[in-house]
Structure formats: C-alpha cells, structure tokens
C-alpha cells in the first residue's frame, strides 16, 4: 500500500544530543517536505526538496538539516538537540507541484529535556 | 505573500448539527485551496481541494466547502455533525505556482452528544 512513513512516534531525549528523525513514502514522489507543528500554531515549513539531490530550507528558521540520497528517504537531523526543539514534525509528499495535496506521515513528536 | 486565516480556535456543535469552520485567504490571484483534517496522533488527512473547477467542492466523510472570490473565502461545511468527526481542521492555500503550501493556525471541532 502507497504510504509515507514516520519513525519514531515519540522520542525523548536529553540536551546536546544528535537525532534523525525517518520518513520514508513509497509513492514516488519528488516533492517532500518537513513541517514543524506547535499547538494552536499554523503549520510551519521548514525544509522542502523538489528531489534527489535537491534541498532547500523553508521559511521557518531551523537549526536542522535535511538530506535526498534516495527519492523515498528524506530524514531530518539535529546536530545537538535544545529544549527549543521541543514540537511535532511532520513529512509530507506530493506529486508534481502539490495540486493534489499533500501526503502526511503520522509525525514525531520530540520531547528535549 | 499567500496567508490564510481560519476564524475560531474551536467550536463546538451538538452531534447532528450543522458544522460550519471559517477560513479566509489574502492572495492576490486565486490560489489553490485544501482542507485537512488531523485525528489525535495522526497526521494530516485531505478532506478537499478547490483547484479552480467547479466553486462547490464536495469531499469526504460528508464535508463540502464553497470557494467564494468576493470574499476570498473558502469555509467548510457539514450538514449533520457525527461524533467521528471531533479533530482539528487545517485550512490552506498554495499560490497558482504550485509547491508550497501555507496551513492556518486550525480549528479544533468538538461534538457533543
């Protein structure tokens, strides 16, 4: 079944350590992104890659940094986590420029403590 | 610059009563228009999209919203509220270039029996 995917589901870790965080989508397609979600707060962008090789940073300033090896894969990264990174991300997908909408994972929520 | 505004953090309706989620947009050309529906722990789900076709989308799980230039509005409707559809409502815009989606900040949905 075509289906983006998200690991993990909850993680919590301590001050100064490195993360990635997983999506994966097995639908093909080029354009994915990262969005940072807080409660009661609009959905923000924080990278977006139009496909392999392809990454940019979106329009939230983030301290994370994002990689397209394989057209499926998109994992994101923090160097050295912060409590300020405390929040849900979410991976999305979408065919062509999106008109169809986008494709979501079921998001990480990361807990720095 | 696209923006989008949903009116109200939160309602509440009584299960079988009319579901009204307001979203207004700032663009300057019509955009492309979606809303998401997000269940607890889940990510983003389609509900709809207004791609320019028709002014009256109808989409799943019974909602349809109206695409209305005049007032650059694009508000979601239920006739009959179940108790299923207790979630948070994103609407969004991406300009007629396609690509980047914009979320409002969301509207939490509350049915009471």
């Given amino acids: ?113 | 610059a696209q923006s989008v505004t949903q009116l109200g953090s939160h309602v509440s309706v009584s299960e079988g009563a009319l579901v009204l989620l307001r979203c207004n947009y700032s663009s300057s050309v019509p955009p492309y228009l979606f809303w998401y529906v997000q269940y607890p722990n889940q990510g983003l789900q389609l509900l709809l999209k207004y791609t320019s076709a028709a002014t009256l989308v109808k989409g799943i799980n019974g909602f349809e919203a109206e695409f209305k230039k005049s007032e650059t509005s694009f508000h979601l409707t239920k006739p009959s509220a179940h108790m299923s559809d207790a979630a948070e409502y994103f609407c969004a815009v991406m300009p007629p270039g396609g690509f980047k989606t914009i979320f409002g900040a969301g509207t939490r949905l509350f049915v009471k029996a």
Avoid at chain 1, 44 to 57: A, F, R
Avoid at chain 1, 60 to 78: C, D
């Fill in chain 1, 1 to 113: 079944e075509a289906d983006i995917y998200q690991t993990p589901r909850y993680l919590v870790i301590g001050t100064g350590k490195k993360i990635t965080l997983e999506c994966s989508q097995t639908m093909g397609h080029d354009k994915m992104y990262w969005y940072q979600q807080d409660p009661g707060m609009e959905l923000h962008l924080i990278h977006y890659s139009y496909g392999v090789n392809s990454t940019e940073k979106g329009d939230l300033s983030s301290e994370s940094t994002v990689s397209r090896i394989r057209t499926e894969h998109f994992p994101l990264t923090l160097e050295s986590a912060r409590p300020s990174h405390t929040s849900q991300y979410l991976c999305a997908s979408s065919e062509d420029q999106g008109y169809d909408g986008y494709t979501f994972g079921s998001g990480t929520r990361l807990t720095v403590v």
